[in-house]
C-alpha cells in the first residue's frame, strides 16, 4: 500500500525557512516522479514543484530561487526546502506521486499535508 | 492564479445529476492536453477522481464521470450522494512560460 507522510510544518516569522519532508513506502521515490502541491488556507491548490525520476526539477515560476526540492534514496523520502519564507506562502503542503501518461501528468496518491504558517 | 476557470459552487438534490466545467485556454486544454479532477472532502487531502479526461481509477464509483471538447472539459456526477459534498479540483497543463501544471479555481458541490 502506498503511503505519504509529510511532517516539518511549522509557524516561523517572514524571512525564516523550514524543511518538509516526505516519507513514503510502498513505492520507491528514486523510481517515481514526485511534487509538491500546496493549499492556502480556505483557497484552491497550486502546484509547487517536481522532482523526476532522472532527478530533474522543475518549479511554479513565482517560487524558483526560494524553494528546493530533493529527495534521499537511503530514505525513501522527499524534502522541500523553503526560505525567505513570507506571508503568502502560509499553506497547507502536500506531497504527492505523480503519474505520467503521454505527455501529461497527474497527482495520484497524495499524503495528509503539513501546516507551515509564516506571520510575524 | 488559476489559468483554468471552474464555477465557485453547484448544488443539487440527492439523486440529481450536476455537472462541473473547467474552462481553459489555448495554451492549456486547447492545446489537447488532457485534464484530471480531483474531489477534496472536508478536512483531507485531495483525492484522484478522474485521470486522462474520462478514467475512472479503480474504487471511483461510475457515479463520476469526466468529458472534454476544445478547451473545456466538464465533470458530471449522476445520482447525487450526501458524501459527495466536497470540493472539486480540474488539472491540466499550461504550455506558457516552459509550462507547467495548472489547477483550475476549484467547485464546491453542495447536497440539498
Known amino acids: 500500500e502506498v503511503q505519504l507522510v509529510e511532517s516539518g510544518g511549522a509557524s516561523v516569522q517572514p524571512g525564516g525557512s523550514l524543511r518538509l519532508s516526505c516519507a513514503a513506502s510502498g513505492f520507491t521515490v528514486s523510481d517515481s516522479y514526485m511534487s509538491w502541491v500546496r493549499q492556502a488556507p480556505g483557497k484552491g491548490l497550486e502546484w509547487v514543484s517536481v522532482i523526476y525520476s532522472g532527478g530533474l526539477t522543475n518549479y511554479a515560476d513565482s517560487l524558483k530561487g526560494r524553494f528546493t526540492i530533493s529527495r534521499d534514496t537511503s530514505k525513501n523520502a522527499l524534502f522541500l526546502q523553503v526560505n525567505n519564507l513570507r506571508v503568502e506562502d502560509t499553506a497547507v503542503y502536500y506531497c504527492t506521486r505523480v503519474r505520467i501518461q503521454g505527455d501529461t501528468e497527474f497527482f495520484q496518491d497524495w499524503g495528509q499535508g503539513t501546516l507551515v504558517s509564516v506571520s510575524s | 492564479q488559476s489559468v483554468l476557470t471552474q464555477p465557485p459552487s453547484v448544488s443539487g438534490a440527492p439523486g440529481q445529476r450536476v455537472t462541473i466545467s473547467c474552462s481553459g485556454t489555448s495554451t492549456n486544454i486547447g492545446t489537447g492536453y488532457a485534464v484530471h479532477w480531483y474531489q477534496q472532502l472536508p478536512g483531507v487531502a485531495p483525492k484522484l477522481l478522474i485521470f486522462?479526461?474520462?478514467i475512472r481509477p479503480s474504487g471511483v464509483p461510475d457515479r463520476f464521470s469526466g468529458s472534454k471538447s476544445g478547451a473545456s472539459a466538464s465533470l458530471a456526477i449522476t445520482g447525487l450522494q450526501a458524501e459527495d459534498e466536497a470540493d472539486y479540483y480540474c488539472?491540466?497543463?499550461?504550455?506558457?512560460?516552459?509550462?507547467?501544471?495548472?489547477f483550475g479555481t476549484g467547485t464546491k458541490v453542495t447536497v440539498l
Open positions: 486522462n479526461n474520462n
Open positions: 488539472q491540466s497543463y499550461d504550455n506558457r512560460m516552459g509550462g507547467s501544471t495548472v
